[in-house]
């Protein structure tokens, strides 16, 4: 029998589809500028012949990039994947010689930058000497403009490359919770099936109609959701530069008629704690998603009074392109009642398939805590020449989250925590979650997170991390007292420190490994 092809759309058909179909609607609003669908296929094309003609790059080159949110973000990833190059973004906060890493790593053919990040330049070229070339978005010393490339190639059409369904487009590189980021690749099918995935569990109903705010970085899942909305022609609204302003982030609602944004649990609270969500229209909103952290039921109550029935979490990894359960804007409720499946992350999402496992990866029945696993198209075909991590993370066909949690019958997904978070105390194991839940819920408790710190007598202690409530004190007898008969008393903290602000990542996560690195610069363990 002749083989079928594994031909699959490339992921530019999405803009070539919409240029056609809505030449003139908005694709990207920025500051005082709109960009039509037309407008960025011809930048898009554009670009792509510049990359060709001017660098060389073709079929599987990888094009590291950068840089913060921009049209220019934008329009190197389209062009990458419309030329079947692999578009590989970074952390823009990440330091020269992380850069350089990835460089390295993907074995980059070509840097595109921002003009503010010549030591990263610096470090990729000492680091790749033969690549193709660097270019910058803003002017500057050390590479070749981008908007000069534009305009020199400007009017030149360029075809969506053909492209099978295990063609790579996009490295995704870890958060690196543990030892050095790595680089997940992704593909063209696995992302053509994510794109129907979001459009299906998570923003059903959007079209060209809806408008979405991009308030993460486009690196890594705020990428994924713009890519999922090019399906449909869902125009995209960026965040001014200067940092995160909720009071600029309701402004947009308002004049948008913004109706879905993709974010963290700790900006979902800044944004509901605003004063400005009482000022502006966000009538227009459906969909507010949030992922990358549990959020903690107290902000959940207080961000569903704000908003509405607008919540939607999903719970993911890179490695499965965040698609692994979803917790929908009818499932969330602010009653505490059995209905509300309070704690859960929700259930599996359309094509995929959960199971919990033991340490010998036997599948367990409901209420049994053991680590999740998945399966199906979100997932991703390994890790970039690491074989090592590969066979970690693979079992039996199954992908090994590392997180740890539980089913219950209805198959919704509760998480306990990462496998990483746990720490061991008198021979116990404590998952952190359940308790920092537990003191969120005291009044002078703004955010926590605990550690599991060296004790001689008990091998390890929690050390729990708090942010103060805004005008409230508190001290660490008070909260012991508060715990006490909520927890067991092993899980229970042995130390508390106090400080004025949680240190969070560059997607704005609350992660153990910060906190403690955090913790050691300043000399406080």
Same mark, same amino acid.
């Given at each position: 029998?002749?083989?079928r092809?594994?031909?699959?759309?490339?992921?530019?058909?999405?803009?070539?589809?919409?240029?056609?179909?809505w030449?003139?609607?908005p694709?990207?609003h920025w500051?005082?500028?709109?960009?039509?669908?037309?407008?960025?296929?011809?930048?898009? %094309? &554009? =670009? +792509?012949?510049?990359? $060709? !003609?001017?660098?060389g790059?073709?079929?599987?080159?990888r094009?590291? #990039?950068?840089?913060?949110?921009?049209?220019?973000?934008?329009?190197?990833?389209?062009?990458?994947f419309?030329?079947?190059?692999?578009?590989?973004?970074?952390?823009?906060r990440?330091?020269?010689?992380?850069?350089a890493?990835?460089?390295?790593?993907?074995?980059?053919e070509?840097?595109?930058?921002? %003009? &503010? =990040? +010549?030591?990263q330049? $610096? !470090?990729?070229?000492a680091?790749?000497?033969?690549?193709?070339?660097? #270019?910058?978005?803003?002017?500057?010393a050390?590479?070749?403009?981008?908007?000069?490339?534009?305009?020199?190639h400007?009017?030149?059409?360029?075809?969506?490359a053909?492209?099978?369904?295990?063609?790579?487009c996009?490295?995704?590189?870890?958060s690196?919770s543990?030892?050095?980021p790595?680089a997940v690749?992704?593909?063209?099918?696995?992302?053509?099936?994510?794109?129907?995935?979001?459009?299906?569990?998570?923003?059903?109903?959007?079209?060209?109609?809806?408008?979405?705010?991009?308030?993460?970085?486009l690196?890594h899942g705020?990428?994924?959701?713009?890519?999922?909305?090019?399906s449909?022609?869902?125009?995209?609204?960026?965040?001014?530069?200067?940092?995160?302003?909720?009071a600029?982030a309701?402004r947009?609602?308002?004049?948008?008629?913004?109706?879905n944004l993709?974010?963290v649990?700790?900006?979902?609270?800044?944004l509901?704690?605003?004063?400005?969500?009482?000022?502006?229209?966000?009538?227009?909103?459906?969909?507010?998603?949030?992922?990358?952290?549990p959020?903690?039921?107290?902000?959940?109550?207080?961000?569903?009074?704000k908003?509405g029935?607008?919540l939607?979490?999903?719970?993911?990894l890179?490695?499965?392109?965040?698609?692994?359960?979803v917790?929908?804007?009818?499932?969330?409720?602010?009653?505490?009642?059995p209905?509300?499946k309070?704690?859960?992350?929700?259930t599996?999402?359309?094509?995929?398939?959960?199971?919990?496992?033991d340490?010998?990866?036997?599948?367990?029945?409901?209420?049994?805590?053991?680590?999740?696993?998945?399966?199906?198209s979100?997932?991703?075909?390994?890790?970039?020449?690491?074989e090592?991590?590969?066979?970690?993370?693979?079992?039996?066909?199954?992908?090994r989250?590392g997180?740890?949690?539980?089913?219950?019958?209805?198959?919704?997904?509760?998480?306990?925590?990462?496998?990483s978070?746990?720490?061991?105390s008198?021979?116990?194991?404590?998952?952190?979650?359940?308790?920092?839940?537990?003191?969120?819920?005291h009044p002078?408790?703004?955010e926590?997170a605990?550690?599991?710190?060296?004790d001689?007598?008990?091998?390890?202690?929690?050390?729990?991390?708090?942010?103060?409530a805004?005008?409230?004190?508190?001290?660490?007898?008070?909260?012991s007292?508060?715990?006490?008969?909520?927890?067991?008393?092993?899980?229970?903290?042995?130390?508390?420190?106090f400080?004025d602000?949680?240190?969070?990542?560059?997607?704005?996560?609350i992660?153990?490994?910060?906190?403690?690195?955090?913790?050691e610069?300043?000399?406080?363990?």
């Amino acid at each position: 029998m002749q083989r079928r092809s594994n031909r699959v759309a490339n992921l530019a058909h999405f803009l070539t589809k919409n240029a056609a179909r809505w030449p003139q609607r908005p694709a990207i609003h920025w500051g005082d500028a709109t960009w039509s669908w037309k407008d960025l296929d011809e930048r898009v %094309s &554009a =670009f +792509a012949n510049a990359l $060709a !003609a001017d660098f060389g790059i073709g079929k599987g080159d990888r094009v590291l #990039v950068q840089a913060q949110n921009s049209n220019q973000m934008i329009e190197v990833m389209l062009a990458a994947f419309r030329l079947g190059a692999v578009w590989v973004p970074c952390n823009f906060r990440q330091a020269p010689g992380e850069t350089a890493y990835a460089s390295e790593k993907a074995n980059a053919e070509i840097l595109v930058c921002d %003009s &503010a =990040f +010549a030591d990263q330049a $610096a !470090a990729v070229r000492a680091a790749r000497p033969d690549m193709s070339g660097i #270019v910058t978005i803003g002017e500057s010393a050390f590479g070749t403009s981008y908007e000069d490339l534009i305009r020199r190639h400007m009017g030149r059409s360029v075809a969506n490359a053909p492209v099978d369904h295990t063609d790579p487009c996009w490295l995704f590189f870890t958060s690196g919770s543990t030892g050095r980021p790595k680089a997940v690749v992704l593909t063209h099918g696995q992302i053509g099936f994510v794109a129907v995935n979001y459009m299906n569990d998570l923003l059903p109903g959007t079209s060209e109609q809806d408008a979405s705010l991009v308030i993460a970085p486009l690196s890594h899942g705020a990428g994924l959701q713009l890519i999922a909305q090019l399906s449909c022609g869902a125009a995209h609204v960026l965040m001014p530069d200067g940092g995160f302003s909720p009071a600029e982030a309701f402004r947009l609602f308002e004049k948008y008629k913004v109706s879905n944004l993709f974010t963290v649990p700790t900006i979902v609270k800044r944004l509901v704690e605003d004063p400005s969500a009482d000022r502006f229209d966000h009538s227009s909103l459906r969909h507010v998603i949030y992922a990358g952290a549990p959020m903690y039921r107290e902000d959940q109550k207080l961000a569903l009074q704000k908003l509405g029935p607008v919540l939607v979490q999903y719970y993911g990894l890179g490695e499965v392109t965040g698609n692994i359960t979803v917790h929908r804007a009818c499932d969330h409720s602010v009653e505490d009642g059995p209905a509300a499946k309070v704690g859960t992350c929700g259930t599996e999402r359309t094509g995929i398939e959960v199971s919990i496992q033991d340490d010998d990866g036997t599948i367990l029945p409901p209420h049994e805590t053991g680590e999740v696993c998945v399966i199906g198209s979100a997932v991703c075909s390994g890790y970039l020449d690491d074989e090592d991590a590969n066979a970690k993370s693979f079992r039996n066909g199954w992908f090994r989250t590392g997180d740890i949690g539980h089913m219950d019958e209805e198959r919704f997904l509760y998480l306990t925590g990462r496998a990483s978070d746990m720490y061991i105390s008198g021979g116990s194991n404590v998952y952190p979650k359940e308790v920092e839940e537990v003191l969120l819920t005291h009044p002078a408790v703004s955010e926590v997170a605990i550690i599991g710190i060296p004790d001689p007598q008990w091998g390890e202690v929690g050390l729990a991390v708090c942010v103060p409530a805004t005008g409230e004190t508190a001290d660490a007898a008070e909260l012991s007292d508060f715990l006490s008969g909520k927890v067991s008393r092993y899980k229970m903290p042995a130390r508390y420190l106090f400080i004025d602000e949680m240190p969070t990542s560059a997607y704005g996560k609350i992660t153990k490994k910060l906190v403690r690195e955090t913790l050691e610069a300043k000399g406080l363990l």
